[in-house]
């Protein structure tokens, strides 16, 4: 036995077969639910995994996941690593023209979708020539499209299955990938071997704790301990961060709750159901909502269950943490850091905030280096957030993007991130933002992360984007695109200009500001700051 993703969770299910594994609510508020156990997970993707197996998808080729959160998501998931397929998560909100590309670059041989989404995988699959074999969830829409290659439901390809194993060897070597981006360009394949994730994003079976040393002390951990550890990742699974965090409860042997869609409301009457002790979202733009209603509609909810939130993928704001400390005062609220190029990376310092900026302690693996001789820099000085040891093997098809963001040093393989930042004497690294989001005005750079956090201490202000525009003397200028919190009161650029001044310097203060009714962000809390830069520089709020 190896650290094959597959292999650890068939140890786990051998241990406890008959331990909840899973409960899924599709239509929160409806009382449609399934619960699976251990054994029965195990079963599903087992027939799947036949499934595909019969129709020619083997080791090495890559199956794509457009899907909803589900148990469809997890079955195929685990299908994928049972036969030694690649799974590949697509961005369910990606139009015809954006799979195309996607489903191409992949190299998709199999595809398992939503019915729903029949008619943009219908659109695509023409310009996707090596995907041959689709397999739908649900049933389609009326009237909808019906796709060039017949596709089988989920159902009918469960019922000719076995539910048995009966699967080859695997290796630590086989392959993930995680498909990232799409709002700064186009998306991006990160290849993961499977031992390489297990420790960099899964913390190696115990992201608090010591790291298991052989495959096996897995399922021995599980059977040694309890269960009673509930977790609950919001986000979508197409985003690394719920994928994760669900690997990690069935590492535990735990349990996870998933709900079809994000519905903050909902997800607090989950979590006084289902007494969930560990929640994980990204960023503002889904601890906000949440603390809302907490604090509102939702004031009485029971949630003395929860033992943790961890937010990765975007920065929590010091107004929204505080916000919900006050509501929850027995959760600890984690501001993590991390990258589907790196997985974990550290978490946010308790002084971390507008004041002092987005700081870190971070693990043994991360350090800031200069990108040009790919040297540790001094402290104080900028440079790129790296890390070394169990990094991925490059970008699927971009040996190019693979040469600038992956080297060797120091007899280990590196990867570069995309973050700037610095290091102080005590190891706290300060992040700064993403370089390839730097505004430069006049000489002086500018993150626009910086603004966006001293933006959001404003009372008024419930979410914000922070961009570039052409401007004729400096070459560029900061504009803010702001959403106002309901029910605020009048707020303009001089108000704006104000409140900055007194925690950035002068030349990071915006220059320009567009209110809108809506930021746009990926469904998982992710910044759009192409979008936002066309709303900035077009002085519009579409």
């Given at each position: 036995?190896?650290?094959?993703?597959?292999?650890?969770?068939?140890?786990?299910v051998?241990?406890?077969?008959?331990?909840?594994?899973?409960?899924?609510?599709?239509?929160?508020?409806?009382g449609?639910?399934?619960?699976?156990?251990?054994?029965?997970?195990?079963?599903?993707?087992?027939?799947?995994?036949?499934?595909?197996?019969?129709?020619?998808?083997?080791?090495?080729?890559?199956?794509?996941?457009?899907l909803?959160?589900?148990?469809?998501?997890?079955?195929?998931?685990?299908?994928?690593?049972?036969?030694?397929?690649?799974?590949?998560?697509?961005?369910?909100?990606?139009?015809e023209?954006?799979?195309?590309?996607?489903?191409?670059?992949?190299?998709?041989?199999?595809?398992?979708?939503?019915?729903?989404?029949?008619?943009?995988?219908?659109?695509?699959?023409?310009?996707?020539p090596?995907?041959?074999?689709?397999?739908?969830?649900?049933?389609?829409?009326?009237?909808?499209?019906?796709?060039?290659?017949?596709?089988?439901?989920?159902a009918?390809?469960?019922?000719?299955?076995?539910?048995?194993?009966?699967f080859?060897?695997?290796?630590?070597?086989?392959?993930?990938?995680?498909?990232?981006?799409?709002?700064?360009?186009?998306?991006?394949?990160?290849?993961?071997?499977?031992?390489?994730?297990?420790?960099?994003?899964?913390?190696?079976?115990?992201?608090?704790?010591?790291?298991?040393?052989?495959?096996?002390?897995?399922?021995?951990?599980?059977?040694?301990g309890?269960?009673?550890?509930?977790?609950?990742?919001?986000?979508?699974?197409?985003?690394?961060?719920s994928?994760l965090?669900?690997?990690?409860?069935f590492?535990?042997?735990?349990?996870?709750?998933?709900?079809?869609?994000?519905?903050p409301?909902?997800?607090?009457?989950?979590?006084?159901?289902?007494?969930?002790?560990?929640?994980?979202?990204?960023?503002?733009?889904?601890?906000?909502?949440?603390?809302?209603?907490?604090?509102?509609?939702?004031?009485?909810?029971?949630?003395?269950?929860?033992?943790?939130?961890?937010?990765?993928g975007?920065?929590?704001?010091?107004?929204?943490?505080?916000?919900?400390?006050?509501?929850?005062?027995?959760?600890?609220?984690?501001?993590?850091?991390?990258?589907?190029?790196?997985?974990?990376?550290?978490?946010?310092?308790?002084?971390?905030?507008?004041?002092?900026?987005?700081?870190?302690?971070?693990?043994?693996r991360t350090?800031?280096?200069?990108?040009?001789?790919?040297?540790?820099?001094?402290?104080g000085?900028?440079?790129?957030?790296?890390?070394?040891?169990?990094?991925?093997?490059?970008?699927?098809?971009?040996?190019?993007?693979?040469?600038?963001?992956?080297?060797?040093?120091?007899?280990e393989?590196?990867?570069?991130?995309?973050?700037?930042?610095?290091?102080?004497?005590?190891?706290?690294?300060t992040?700064?933002?993403r370089?390839?989001?730097c505004?430069?005005?006049?000489?002086?750079?500018?993150?626009?992360?910086?603004?966006?956090?001293?933006?959001?201490?404003?009372?008024?202000?419930?979410?914000?984007?922070?961009?570039?525009?052409?401007?004729e003397?400096?070459?560029?200028?900061?504009?803010?695109?702001?959403?106002?919190?309901?029910?605020?009161?009048?707020?303009?650029?001089?108000?704006?200009?104000?409140?900055?001044?007194?925690?950035?310097?002068?030349?990071?203060?915006?220059?320009?500001v567009?209110?809108?009714?809506?930021?746009?962000?990926?469904?998982?809390?992710?910044?759009?700051?192409?979008?936002?830069?066309?709303?900035?520089?077009?002085?519009?709020?579409?």
């Open positions: 036995m190896e650290f094959n993703l597959a292999d650890l969770f068939e140890s786990i051998d241990t406890v077969p008959d331990r909840e594994a899973l409960v899924y609510v599709e239509h929160p508020g409806s449609a639910e399934a619960r699976l156990t251990y054994a029965e997970l195990d079963r599903a993707a087992n027939r799947l995994a036949h499934h595909l197996a019969e129709h020619g998808i083997g080791p090495g080729q890559h199956v794509g996941l457009h909803y959160n589900g148990v469809g998501y997890l079955q195929a998931l685990y299908a994928c690593l049972k036969i030694r397929a690649v799974p590949v998560n697509v961005n369910y909100r990606y139009v023209e954006e799979l195309a590309y996607l489903y191409r670059d992949a190299d998709l041989t199999a595809l398992v979708y939503d019915a729903e989404f029949t008619a943009r995988v219908a659109g695509a699959l023409p310009r996707a090596r995907l041959r074999h689709l397999v739908r969830v649900g049933t389609p829409p009326e009237g909808a499209p019906r796709p060039s290659v017949a596709p089988v439901a989920l009918d390809a469960e019922a000719g299955a076995s539910a048995a194993r009966g080859g060897p695997r290796s630590a070597d086989d392959r993930m990938i995680i498909y990232t981006g799409g709002t700064t360009g186009m998306p991006k394949g990160v290849m993961w071997r499977h031992e390489d994730l297990f420790f960099s994003g899964m913390g190696g079976g115990a992201p608090t704790g010591e790291p298991v040393r052989r495959p096996q002390e897995l399922a021995e951990r599980v059977a040694a309890d269960d009673g550890l509930v977790f609950f990742p919001t986000p979508p699974l197409m985003h690394g961060t994928t965090t669900a690997f990690i409860a590492h535990f042997g735990q349990k996870v709750v998933l709900h079809r869609k994000y519905v409301e909902e997800v607090l009457r989950t979590v006084e159901r289902e007494r969930v002790t560990c929640v994980s979202l990204v960023g503002d733009a889904m601890l906000r909502p949440l603390v809302d209603a907490l604090a509102g509609p939702l004031k009485d909810t029971d949630c003395s269950s929860l033992f943790s939130v961890s937010s990765s975007a920065i929590l704001s010091e107004t929204v943490r505080d916000r919900f400390c006050a509501l929850v005062p027995g959760a600890l609220l984690l501001n993590n850091f991390g990258s589907s190029e790196s997985g974990f990376n550290g978490t946010a310092t308790d002084d971390a905030g507008a004041d002092r900026g987005f700081r870190l302690q971070v693990n043994s350090a800031v280096v200069d990108p040009a001789t790919n040297e540790p820099v001094p402290a000085e900028v440079g790129r957030l790296a890390q070394h040891g169990h990094v991925p093997l490059g970008y699927y098809n971009d040996a190019k993007k693979t040469a600038e963001t992956f080297f060797e040093a120091r007899g393989r590196w990867v570069l991130l995309g973050d700037m930042a610095t290091v102080d004497e005590a190891g706290i690294v992040v700064l933002g370089g390839s989001q505004i430069n005005s006049g000489g002086e750079k500018i993150y626009p992360e910086e603004v966006e956090q001293a933006l959001k201490a404003h009372p008024d202000v419930y979410d914000v984007l922070v961009a570039g525009v052409p401007d003397r400096w070459g560029n200028r900061v504009a803010a695109v702001i959403q106002l919190r309901p029910g605020a009161g009048p707020l303009d650029l001089a108000g704006i200009q104000q409140h900055c001044r007194a925690r950035l310097a002068g030349y990071k203060v915006p220059r320009a567009v209110f809108t009714d809506r930021i746009r962000r990926s469904p998982s809390g992710k910044a759009d700051y192409r979008w936002a830069k066309a709303v900035a520089a077009g002085g519009r709020t579409a």
